[in-house]
């Protein structure tokens, strides 16, 4: 018998609170934000790029104490703000990698924060140490960080914003940033800390330099993915997953993953590029992991193909393009009994402390 999906669909989904046990006004909450859940560089229907909202704080305030963005993909800026959460209540910004899809919306973001901050405080900017890779070139995310205004401050935008105001910071938003590198391992480490609330990383394979985090509080743990897949490249292999992100999920309460379906697999009609599916966790694969690793929620982002779209970027899926449904089924398919999340920008899931 096909077992009934416990997936919430829709706009609406998850906007209620899923509690852990019974609350009190002042309890320790968690709530996890899909800031935008477009996969890849193409653009559907609007999606922002790929990022996620940790907010952590009390039932009271709302969990407003901590807010840490993982990933600023295009749109972050905006989507923050339906949000409630200008530029600057941000704590810090955590990269998976630096591809365009994950980190173009950092120059909005801290610009913004410029524009109207800039006494501060600094933004903590969190991100792997720089890596060479065997062709030759650099991934570096401090480079990112540090050259984030170089266009404006070419074209003289920049300066006009100083004459206007001198008080700005006279580098531009680069100015604001607080970067952190870390030198990522197979084994998890700690690499910010505030308060009640850990990051904790660990690398994993999709592009040079590409990590993924943990992040711990008394109300919940969730681990952020990012694109992570299995270290090697191609099949023959166990699963499409990251071992080393399995290891960062043990006990989690909450995965959030990218995610493509199997239709987008070489045995398909779609066309999709074998080495780019390859280097994607799939749903089915996701549902193991999360079983073994005893995950309660498993939320799916960065969506290949989006929801409802017939294409993923020129690549064709159907007239009617996958459902949420769709995605839940792949998963299923795993054995994985814990709650799937699977949604438009700004699908939430919210966690209270005992």
Same mark, same amino acid.
């Given at each position: 018998?096909?077992?009934?999906?416990?997936?919430?669909?829709?706009?609406?989904?998850?906007?209620?609170?899923?509690?852990?046990?019974?609350?009190?006004? &002042?309890?320790?909450?968690?709530?996890?934000?899909?800031?935008?859940?477009?996969?890849?560089?193409?653009?559907?229907?609007?999606?922002?790029?790929?990022?996620?909202?940790? !907010?952590?704080?009390?039932?009271?305030?709302?969990?407003?104490?901590?807010?840490? #963005?993982?990933?600023?993909?295009?749109?972050?800026? #905006?989507?923050?703000?339906? $949000?409630?959460?200008?530029?600057?209540?941000?704590?810090? @910004?955590?990269?998976?990698?630096?591809?365009?899809?994950?980190?173009?919306?950092?120059?909005?973001?801290?610009?913004?924060? *410029?524009?109207?901050?800039?006494?501060?405080?600094?933004?903590?900017?969190?991100?792997?140490?720089? @890596?060479?890779?065997?062709?030759?070139?650099?991934?570096?995310?401090?480079?990112?960080?540090?050259?984030?205004?170089?266009?404006?401050?070419?074209?003289?935008?920049?300066? #006009? !914003? $100083?004459?206007?105001?001198?008080?700005?910071?006279?580098?531009?938003?680069?100015?604001?940033?607080?970067?952190?590198?870390?030198? /990522?391992?197979?084994?998890?480490?700690?690499? *910010?800390?505030?308060?009640?609330?850990?990051?904790?990383?660990?690398?994993?394979?999709?592009? &040079?330099?590409?990590?993924?985090?943990?992040?711990?509080?008394?109300?919940?743990?969730?681990?952020?993915?990012?694109?992570?897949?299995?270290?090697?490249?191609?099949?023959?292999?166990?699963?499409?997953?990251?071992?080393?992100?399995? +290891?960062?999920?043990?006990? /989690?309460?909450?995965?959030?993953?990218?995610?493509?379906?199997?239709?987008?697999?070489?045995?398909?009609?779609?066309?999709?590029?074998?080495?780019?599916?390859?280097?994607?966790?799939?749903?089915?694969?996701?549902? /193991?992991?999360?079983?073994? /690793?005893?995950?309660?929620?498993?939320?799916?982002?960065?969506?290949?193909?989006?929801?409802?779209?017939?294409? #993923?970027?020129?690549?064709?899926?159907? +007239?009617?393009?996958?459902?949420?449904?769709?995605?839940?089924?792949?998963?299923?398919?795993?054995?994985?009994?814990?709650?799937?999340?699977?949604?438009?920008?700004?699908? +939430? $899931?919210?966690?209270?402390?005992?």
């Amino acid at each position: 018998m096909k077992r009934k999906s416990k997936a919430t669909l829709g706009a609406a989904l998850l906007m209620g609170a899923m509690s852990l046990g019974s609350t009190a006004a &002042a309890a320790p909450c968690l709530e996890v934000v899909l800031t935008g859940v477009q996969g890849g560089p193409p653009v559907f229907r609007g999606q922002a790029g790929s990022g996620t909202l940790v !907010r952590y704080g009390t039932e009271e305030n709302k969990c407003s104490d901590v807010f840490l #963005q993982f990933d600023t993909g295009r749109g972050t800026t #905006q989507q923050l703000s339906k $949000l409630g959460v200008p530029a600057g209540k941000l704590t810090a @910004v955590f990269f998976s990698h630096v591809h365009s899809d994950h980190s173009e919306g950092l120059p909005d973001l801290m610009q913004l924060r *410029w524009h109207f901050g800039s006494a501060g405080p600094k933004v903590d900017m969190v991100c792997g140490d720089d @890596v060479t890779t065997p062709k030759g070139y650099t991934m570096s995310c401090r480079s990112f960080g540090e050259n984030i205004g170089a266009a404006l401050i070419a074209s003289g935008e920049m300066a #006009q !914003r $100083l004459a206007e105001n001198p008080k700005r910071l006279p580098g531009g938003p680069a100015d604001l940033l607080n970067i952190k590198t870390f030198s /990522a391992g197979d084994e998890p480490q700690i690499v *910010w800390e505030k308060g009640d609330v850990t990051v904790s990383a660990i690398k994993s394979r999709h592009v &040079a330099g590409h990590a993924s985090y943990r992040v711990d509080t008394p109300a919940g743990s969730v681990v952020i993915g990012g694109d992570a897949g299995n270290d090697k490249p191609a099949p023959p292999r166990d699963s499409s997953t990251s071992a080393q992100v399995e +290891k960062l999920a043990q006990g /989690a309460d909450v995965v959030v993953h990218s995610v493509i379906h199997p239709i987008m697999g070489p045995d398909g009609a779609s066309g999709f590029p074998p080495p780019i599916y390859y280097r994607q966790s799939t749903a089915t694969d996701l549902g /193991a992991m999360s079983k073994r /690793a005893g995950v309660k929620h498993l939320m799916l982002t960065h969506h290949i193909p989006p929801l409802g779209a017939p294409r #993923q970027g020129p690549y064709p899926v159907s +007239k009617t393009g996958l459902t949420a449904e769709d995605y839940v089924d792949a998963v299923r398919q795993s054995g994985y009994e814990g709650d799937v999340v699977i949604g438009p920008d700004l699908t +939430k $899931l919210r966690l209270v402390a005992n």
